[in-house]
């Protein structure tokens, strides 16, 4: 037996997006976003309110990054999610987080957090939702496998679980993607 529960914002899994961007006055932001993902080939869209310093600053700059939040810095993502840099300008700082300007776009990357997408502002669409297009992806090299590829087991990124408010963390392999499909054909 199944139950309906209406019409409702549940989708699994909703990554731990952390968006960095840059104040008019160079200081580094970042906040906990979990409404965004992959919006076509190299391109990303996130869902922000306009109030958000974040969005200030990407329109303002014209470049955000997003780092995938993982287990170790659950506590971390948390903070900058629920404390707006609009009244605690040095919320990074007190998160302990650091960071290093991007070589590709005008923003910081988290040190802490080891992959990041570098991103230029391409539009704000008619629902206000950010269209980014990716120009780098940054990898800190501990969670690269002996193949050079990412290892997701190394990485940890976490996932929001909107039914609960609950983070958890993505790592299991249950199969082979484009692969494991053929075995009915």
Aim: aromatic share 8%.
């Amino acid at each position: 037996m199944r139950k309906n529960f209406g019409a409702n914002t549940w989708m699994y899994p909703l990554p731990v997006l952390i968006v960095g961007t840059y104040d008019e006055n160079g200081n580094a932001n970042a906040m906990n976003a979990a409404w965004g993902g992959i919006y076509d080939v190299n391109k990303v869209i996130l869902c922000l309110s306009e109030d958000h310093k974040t969005t200030q600053n990407i329109k303002a700059k014209g470049a955000f990054t997003i780092s995938f939040a993982d287990a170790s810095h659950t506590v971390e993502a948390d903070y900058i999610g629920i404390v707006s840099a609009n009244k605690v300008p040095n919320k990074l700082e007190k998160a302990g987080f650091h960071t290093t300007k991007s070589e590709y776009v005008d923003a910081p990357i988290i040190d802490e957090l080891p992959m990041t997408l570098e991103c230029k502002l391409i539009k704000i669409n008619e629902d206000g939702n950010i269209i980014g297009e990716i120009v780098n992806v940054n990898v800190d090299e501990s969670v690269i496998s002996e193949n050079g590829k990412i290892d997701i087991s190394k990485l940890r990124p976490i996932t929001y679980d909107p039914i609960n408010n609950n983070y958890i963390v993505l790592g299991e392999k249950v199969g082979n993607a484009f692969s494991d499909g053929k075995n009915i054909m």
